[in-house]
């Protein structure tokens, strides 16, 4: 079954995709796990989850950004530029970082002079940098805002039922993951890190119900599974997004198995369940603005650090790789405390920059980590 994962994880298009939308019904894309898929879920919508994958140029990112940005959003430009997300019926865009909050305008712009790849709803949704009761309040309002623009851009109803159904779903999937997330950790894994970020990749782009289903059907096959991963080094991934399976089988591939992350496109994204009792909207507005802090908040580097430390403990890491896309701020300036801390408390590290998914430089990244675990053996 792992085959089927890693084709939908690696590909921008799958089945379920292309099922959906011939049935006639919509998918709307988002880039950061701010954006309450719930929401867009419950109006039978299908959430997708933007990413650069197969990229092999950033040319037409590189003239709309500039040279001294993040390659992650210029990657997502790309592919926006050459039509490769015209399937989408709509795109949200958040502030995740500053780069983030530019592709908005980009994209705008890079319409312009691409025609047609702007989509029919195109909306910025808003987030505050803080966890106070004004800022949920703000949240709360920038979340029932999105409600009301998808249901009048698509002409639907977004009722409570709905949105209650769709959490229950979403809060399935969270426990799989989370059950996941134990086979990864025994002593003796029964799944490295890139089969199992296949899987978390696969929830962003099919329809959640689909991907319960096969999950289900993937942990009763894994929780029977005799051939375990023994003698290798046991390492985590902390930093930037990384979408991208190959850059955890180049880790991997060189005598390790990465067992546990904090990562976007990782336990981040699901470590966090959502109320199921009172105002569905209002809860998914606390669950996303309050989920495992990410380094854009102000004021939480110490629930990160502890996030770090507890997972590092939990799955017994030899060592953590705190890695940040190049001109990274928020990453690349909090690993250096990250490293200080944390080597402090006796953990090895190692830090590491590269370009995002696709343009990162395996070579390189091979020589880093073959030292580090020689370093840690």
Same mark, same amino acid.
């Given at each position: 079954?792992?085959n089927e ?12 995709l ?22 867009i879920?419950a109006?039978?919508i ?13 040319s ?13 959003p210029? +990657? ?7 039509g ?12 995740? +970082? ?19 790849i ?18 949920l ?14 249901e ?5 109803t ?5 949105l ?8 399935e ?14 002593d ?10 296949s899987i978390?990749?696969?929830?962003t ?6 991907f ?10 894994l ?42 496109f ?14 569905p ?37 030899d ?5 940040n896309i190049?001109?990274?701020?928020l990453?690349g ?9 944390l ?5 090895? +590290?190692?830090r590491m ?16 980590i ?8």
């Amino acid at each position: 079954m792992m085959n089927e994962w890693k084709e939908i994880a690696n590909t921008m298009g799958n089945t379920y995709l292309r099922k959906w939308k011939e049935s006639g019904r919509a998918a709307v894309g988002y880039p950061c796990t701010y954006v309450p898929d719930e929401v867009i879920y419950a109006a039978d919508i299908l959430p997708y989850r933007l990413r650069g994958t197969g990229t092999t140029s950033s040319s037409i990112g590189d003239t709309y950004f500039g040279p001294v940005i993040c390659s992650f959003p210029k +990657c997502v430009l790309q592919l926006a530029g050459e039509g490769r997300f015209n399937f989408l019926d709509g795109t949200i865009i958040v502030p995740g +970082c500053d780069s983030m909050r530019r592709l908005d305008e980009c994209w705008r712009k890079a319409a312009d002079d691409y025609k047609g790849i702007l989509p029919g709803f195109f909306h910025y949704f808003g987030v505050p940098h803080k966890v106070t009761d004004y800022s949920l309040m703000w949240f709360y309002e920038e979340t029932l805002k999105l409600k009301e623009k998808l249901e009048k851009h698509f002409g639907v109803t977004i009722t409570d039922k709905a949105l209650k159904g769709a959490i229950s779903v979403y809060n399935e999937s969270r426990k799989l993951l989370m059950q996941l997330d134990k086979l990864r950790v025994k002593d003796e894994p029964v799944i490295n890190g890139e089969d199992a970020l296949s899987i978390i990749l696969a929830s962003t782009a099919i329809p959640r119900d689909e991907f319960n289903k096969m999950l289900r059907k993937t942990l009763s096959q894994l929780e029977t599974k005799k051939e375990t991963i023994k003698g290798k080094k046991r390492l985590m991934l902390v930093g930037s997004i990384n979408d991208d399976p190959e850059f955890m089988k180049v880790i991997e591939d060189c005598g390790a198995v990465i067992v546990t992350d904090t990562m976007c496109f990782g336990s981040r994204s699901y470590s966090d369940l959502t109320e199921e009792e009172g105002d569905p909207l209002f809860a998914l507005a606390k669950r996303y603005l309050n989920h495992a802090y990410c380094p854009r908040m102000f004021g939480y580097y110490k629930p990160r650090l502890k996030n770090i430390m507890d997972r590092a403990k939990e799955a017994k890491v030899d060592g953590i790789i705190l890695q940040n896309i190049r001109f990274c701020d928020l990453h690349g300036s909090e690993n250096g405390i990250f490293e200080r801390d944390l080597e402090k408390e006796g953990i090895p +590290c190692m830090r590491m920059e590269r370009e995002y998914g696709p343009l990162t430089e395996s070579g390189r990244v091979k020589m880093r980590i073959d030292a580090f675990l020689e370093r840690i053996s």
